[in-house]
């Protein structure tokens, strides 16, 4: 019988190190041509020198080094995958295509589609669990239903949760399964991109950091957090790993943000509907202001508010702001401003070099009191205060204020107590009994 290859997709994984779906293509017996398709239905919407494509594109360009030194190559496409699969089936062998899942709205209905091409040319189509511990069904209430609430959900997720789950898997040694193909790597140009200055910087899985973590992650000025965000969601390093870390520690803190993570992918992949609704309907009601001079101010981050500025400013300069920071300003936006957390969550989602519809959607629906788990819609973080408690030296405010304290800063862009008072007034007769 001829050879035939396994193509490997990467989407959200790129890594060849204790990748699991890899791993399966890898000791499957057959030959393994990875792959990558720089998806033209994303790509198209995003502004030219956008900071991920940057990330993605010099990560690929590591993992084809690798290959190269073990004399094969990464075979990167770009455009409609359902198109780059037409013409890959024409130009390949493949009796099998190995990728590992991907639980976005978007990509559940592009794998469908996927799959149903490759079963009309009779080529198998494997997917892996690869980027969480626990997927889709596999923490559940007794009863069987999705869980809601993180509380009960993370006290599951951690009975359930068995060293296997975590193991790493050896790729390395496997590495002479990849297929000797050489593919030409495209350039950034040639995908239609330029260069952005703006990187991820390097994360850090350090014990201090996450033995001090839940002493140190509030304040902003502090590197008290991991910055694993990007890492994650483009899955340069594999969970597995950070968990291993976690576990090192006597403090759960940290254990349990990467809980939240696996609470808000279920979330999503239990109720894709909570993309663009509200998770609780009976918040439809809200009657959002949504001035757009005000969105405005506020993605500018000249809303006369220093650490709701400082955070925007961070944001629009790096591609990330620290958690405490996106929390202040995004119920700023919601509660102060009484705009859609939509809006929001869509500024957020162009600008964070960490951006994963399941968390950003599921931290805005609890920012703005309409998620499942939310924080009660009357809790309203008071701009001022916030700053006594984490950053009561100015510290990060003035590294990315720069004008803080000079005349040329802006005035507040409403008065909090009266700000507080409309909210509270505007949810109450928005929310149905
Ligand atoms: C309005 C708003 C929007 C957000 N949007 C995103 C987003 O698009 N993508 C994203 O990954 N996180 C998002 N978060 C969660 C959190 O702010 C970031 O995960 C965190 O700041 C990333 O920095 P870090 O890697 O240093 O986190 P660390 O504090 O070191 O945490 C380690 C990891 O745990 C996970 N984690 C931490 N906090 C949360 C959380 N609240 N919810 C879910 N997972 C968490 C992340 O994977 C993070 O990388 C959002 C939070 C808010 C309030």
Redesign the pocket.
Known sequence: MKDTYILFWHRRDLRIKDNIGLYNALTSGHKVIPMFIFDSEILDDLPKNDARVTFIHKELEKINDTLKENNSSINVQHGKPIEVFKKIIDTLDISAVYTNHDYEPYATKRDKKIAELLKEHDIEFKTFKDQVIFEKEEVLKNDGDPYVVYTPYSKKWLENLTEKKYQSVDCESNYKSFAEKSFDFPSLEDIGFEASDIQPVP?SLDDDLIDE?EDT?DYPAKDG?????PH??FGTISVRKCVQHALESKNDT?LK??I??EF?MQILWHHPESAKNNFRSKYDGIQWRNNEDEFKAWCEGKTGYPIVDAGMRQLNETGYM??RV??IT?SFLCKHLLIDWRW?EAY??EK?L???QA??V???Q??AGTGCDASPYFRIFNPTSQIKKYDKNHTYIKEWVKDFGESSYPEEIVEHKFARERCLETYKEGIED
């Open positions: 994360f973590y992650r957090t991991s910055r694993l965000g994650l969601r940290f943000e990467l939240w993570r808000f620290h958690n996106r929390m995004g929001g957020f989602a964070l960490d951006f994963d968390q950003n599921g931290n805005w609890w920012v």
